[in-house]
């Protein structure tokens, strides 16, 4: 019998209803009322820390020096959540990119590459991140290794290899490559230049996972690799690439860490990787893939973001800001499983 189904170029990614029946197109992220409920919800959080910063904070929450410095805080691991975003949608996940960034950063650093000024210093950190996410991308696509396991192994191997290029210590960026600096100290606006890359980055990302097929095909291998393959997918090929976007993100993270610090280092991005998935995950992306969007994984890096700056200004200690961050992860976690086992 002649296969009449719609092919994938015409309606997109298919899935087959458990159970048999006809093929239907992949939900690409649970539905747009759905989506705008949630994105509501995490305003609505936005705006109740707000109000807490106010009443315990009035003189400094407020102020615009916080607020840009709010912003400059959130670029880095926003960035890093942009790819992380893209690889959990695709049903993967990477716990590397915390060390991918501090070896972009430190690679970028050397002697040697500063020697040749900012712009292949900002090149060798992209691309050092990019080709360490497609390293990940093989084990994981070709290499049939879990991702948990790929993304760990990469997360030692990277921090390591940071460490025995700069012999543990920290690497200046020198006056002659202040052009990287810059990017930290001139501002447009009021707004430091990092803020306006993690801003393009954002855009790109969502115009990316919404606008294009790259991102319909994101979401139909993360909710159904079978079922995108039968549908003309080349799986591993697309799970390469989402890593090798993981890593890019991550080289440019090395960047703005590098303007806003002044240095390189082996200890940058220390647990970053946690930061990005739970921002990911309060942004309503699910850990079994196949929905998300990138407007509530940037919400979600907001919000910790948010809390962090008030636990620094109300003087608690860095364990009881873990002890919350882990606690809004869990009660994330179990709401997404309620929504899963709700009717529809």
Request: aromatic share 6%.
């Amino acid at each position: 019998m002649t296969d009449t189904r719609p092919s994938a170029g015409v309606l997109g990614p298919l899935a087959k209803k458990p159970g048999g029946g006809s093929w239907r197109p992949f939900a690409r992220s649970g539905g747009a009322g759905g989506r705008e409920v949630h994105h509501l919800g995490l305003v609505a959080a936005l705006v109740l820390l707000a109000i807490v910063g106010l009443v315990t904070q009035p003189d400094n929450f407020a102020t615009s020096g916080n607020v840009v410095g709010i912003l400059a805080l959130a670029a880095t691991i926003g960035v890093i959540t942009v790819g992380q975003t893209f690889v959990i949608i695709g049903g993967g996940i990477d716990l590397s990119v915390g060390s991918v960034m501090a070896l972009a950063s430190v690679w970028a650093t050397t002697v040697a590459t500063q020697s040749y000024g900012p712009g292949v210093m900002a090149l060798c950190a992209i691309l050092v991140g990019t080709g360490t996410g497609v390293v990940t991308g093989l084990l994981i696509s070709y290499g049939r290794m879990v991702p948990f396991i790929a993304t760990l192994a990469m997360l030692v191997a990277a921090r390591g290899l940071a460490q025995r290029m700069s012999d543990r210590k920290t690497q200046l960026v020198r006056p002659e490559n202040d052009a990287i600096v810059s990017l930290s100290t001139t501002k447009v606006l009021g707004i430091p230049l990092v803020v306006y890359i993690f801003a393009a980055v954002a855009v790109a990302g969502w115009l990316l996972l919404n606008r294009t097929t790259f991102g319909r095909r994101t979401f139909a291998v993360g909710g159904n690799p079978e079922a995108a393959r039968l549908a003309g997918i080349d799986v591993r090929r697309h799970t390469l690439l989402l890593y090798a976007l993981s890593g890019f993100c991550c080289g440019i993270a090395a960047l703005i860490i590098m303007a806003r610090t002044t240095t390189g280092s082996s200890t940058h991005g220390d647990l970053y990787e946690l930061d990005a998935i739970a921002a990911v995950i309060i942004g309503g992306t699910l850990l079994t893939g196949g929905r998300g969007t990138v407007v509530g994984s940037i919400l979600g890096v907001l919000i910790f973001t948010v809390i962090t700056n008030l636990f620094i200004l109300n003087g608690l200690q860095t364990s009881d800001q873990l002890i919350a961050k882990g606690a809004i992860i869990g009660i994330a976690v179990l709401l997404q499983r309620r929504g899963l086992r709700a009717p529809t």
